[in-house]
């Protein structure tokens, strides 16, 4: 008998390369990655290059997605995220939502069978600060002019109206490898926070592959649980400790009080009963974080925690809003 036949988009990626090393694991699938070509892509799928078929293209582009064929399952990760997604809107709308489009369109023509597994986001809830218990069936209003947002809904309606089978995982926010940019002034700290590792997101889809008959057509909010939930202000005084950065001390206003996303998934267990995905906690991951800044870098952040801190907060949109008295920015950020 054939093997079953993956393809796993943005395989490159932060969930995308666990992803990719836990398919291989298993040892009972046929892998096709499908990424952009790049010197980073290249390094990191060469050890495995004997034992995947590879193919380099733009999503956004129908013709670069016409080798693929006879495909059983799709995991589908490519995507611009924030904050480039923020920074380049059309483009994250190409890649988000037309690039999902052209992807069902041609496995609708070559392998109208295959199971279609796609990454959506807890961004499309919105801001959740009042009400931080979130259920799959609550109304899908992104935050102000949240294009990533928008580009994730657009996507899922174009799965829900396709010929193909598929189930939609809306991720929570994943914690691993994302580098500290603006965005973290963005998160009013008061935000609930549920994290999710990349490893156990990743698990998610790979052991969905084969439960397609029970997530059939279903929308299910991935979340790591009870044990990884935070509020975002003691996720970032615990990281700042890690990092070597001391105490969390910004001034006020410069982190945003509204327009952001995140809260607690409600019904997130639901996933997990299906897929069995979750191994990690909180605590791991802070472990695998504080295992990653070797004590040499933890001394030098030490050293300039002043000036580090200062650099972030010259990045946050919020507090130049404040300091320049922006009304219209001010109202987007602040109650
Ligand atoms: O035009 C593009 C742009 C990106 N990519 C690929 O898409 C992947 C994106 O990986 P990132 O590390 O940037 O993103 P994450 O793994 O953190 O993102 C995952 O989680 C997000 C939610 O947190 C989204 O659901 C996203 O679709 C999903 O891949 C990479 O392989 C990248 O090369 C493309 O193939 N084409």
């Known amino acids: 008998m054939n093997k079953t036949h993956v393809l796993l988009t943005g395989a490159s990626g932060t969930v995308g ?12 699938y046929q892998v096709t990655v499908f990424d952009k070509k790049s010197k980073a892509t290249i390094e990191k799928f060469a050890p495995f290059k004997d034992q995947i078929t590879i193919i380099y293209g733009d999503i ?10 006879n495909i059983d399952a799709v995991i589908h990760l490519a995507a611009i995220i924030p904050p480039l997604a923020d920074e380049m809107p059309e483009l994250a709308h190409k890649v ?9 369109a041609q496995l609708e023509k070559e392998s109208p069978n295959a199971f279609f597994m796609y990454s959506s986001s807890i961004s499309v809830y919105g801001d959740r600060i009042e009400n931080p218990f979130i259920h799959v069936g609550d109304p899908l209003i992104p935050s102000e002019g949240d294009a990533y947002a928008e580009t994730k809904i657009a996507a899922e309606k174009a799965l829900l109206n396709s010929q193909l089978n598929w189930t939609i995982f809306r991720l929570a926010a994943i914690m691993g490898n994302h ?6 002034f963005h998160q009013p700290l008061n935000t609930a ?3 999710a590792t990349p490893r156990d997101t990743a698990r998610a889809f790979v052991n969905g592959i084969e439960r397609e008959n029970t997530l059939s057509k279903q929308i299910f909010n991935l979340g790591g649980g009870e044990t990884c939930r935070i509020s975002y202000e003691h996720f970032l005084e615990r990281s700042f400790a890690i990092f070597g950065l001391g105490e969390l001390d910004f001034p006020k206003h410069a ?32 472990s695998m974080e504080a295992e990653k800044v070797s004590s040499l870098k933890k001394a030098a952040a030490c050293i300039f925690k002043k000036p580090i ?7 946050s949109e919020p507090y130049d809003a404040y300091k320049a008295q922006d009304k219209k920015q001010m109202q987007h950020y602040f109650n």
């Open 17 to 28: 390369f666990e992803a990719l090393k836990q398919l291989l694991e298993k040892g009972i």
């Open 96 to 104: 988000n939502t037309v690039g999902t489009q052209n992807l069902i």
């Open 309 to 315: 801190k200062w650099y972030l907060l010259k990045q």
């Open 193 to 195: 926070l549920e994290i």
């Open 255 to 286: 982190f945003a009080d509204k327009n952001f996303h995140c809260g607690y998934y409600a019904d997130g267990d639901a996933l997990e009963k299906i897929v069995n995905f979750r191994e990690d906690t909180l605590e791991d991951y802070f």
């Open 60 to 69: 956004s582009n129908p013709l670069n997605l016409e080798s693929i064929l």
């Open 179 to 184: 580098k500290m940019s603006k965005l973290m």
